[in-house]
């Protein structure tokens, strides 16, 4: 089992920065790959990036790609996403994401456990 919270969410004017954070309960969390997903209004679901348990591996959708950054710290059972350049379109709730084995990084439905969501809205 693994608990999840996010943290980091705001109001931002397009250009700037926001980090979101995601801390995450249990032993095993270094065995989980972690994923970041947002869902802006009337939309559904969407890919934004994720890592595999040992952080070796970093996977983005096309439209943060070189904007944002994931990142994680297994000592300290946390996940980030650094977010740069931010754009009016990239407002949405962001959830963070675990599961053990996802055969798909990018299939919202291959990961068993999710926070509550941060909101995130950028200003033009």
């Known amino acids: 089992q693994v608990q999840l919270v996010e943290s980091g969410g705001g109001l931002v004017q397009a250009g700037g920065s926001l980090r979101l954070s995601c801390a995450a309960s249990?032993?095993?969390?270094?065995?989980?790959?972690m994923g970041w997903f947002r869902q802006a209004p009337g939309k559904e679901r969407e890919f934004v990036s994720a890592?595999?348990?040992?952080?070796?591996?970093?996977y983005y959708a096309d439209s943060v790609k070189g904007r944002f950054t994931i990142s994680r710290d297994n000592a300290k059972n946390m996940v980030y996403l650094t977010m740069n350049s931010l754009k009016p379109e990239d407002t949405a709730v962001y959830y963070c994401?675990?599961?053990?084995?996802?055969?798909?990084?990018?299939?919202?439905?291959?990961?068993?456990?999710w926070g509550q969501g941060t909101q995130v809205t950028v200003s033009s």
């Open positions: 994401a675990a599961d053990k084995d996802p055969l798909s990084w990018d299939d919202f439905y291959e990961y068993d456990y």
């Open positions: 890592i595999t348990w040992s952080g070796g591996s970093r």
């Open positions: 249990g032993r095993t969390f270094s065995s989980y790959a």
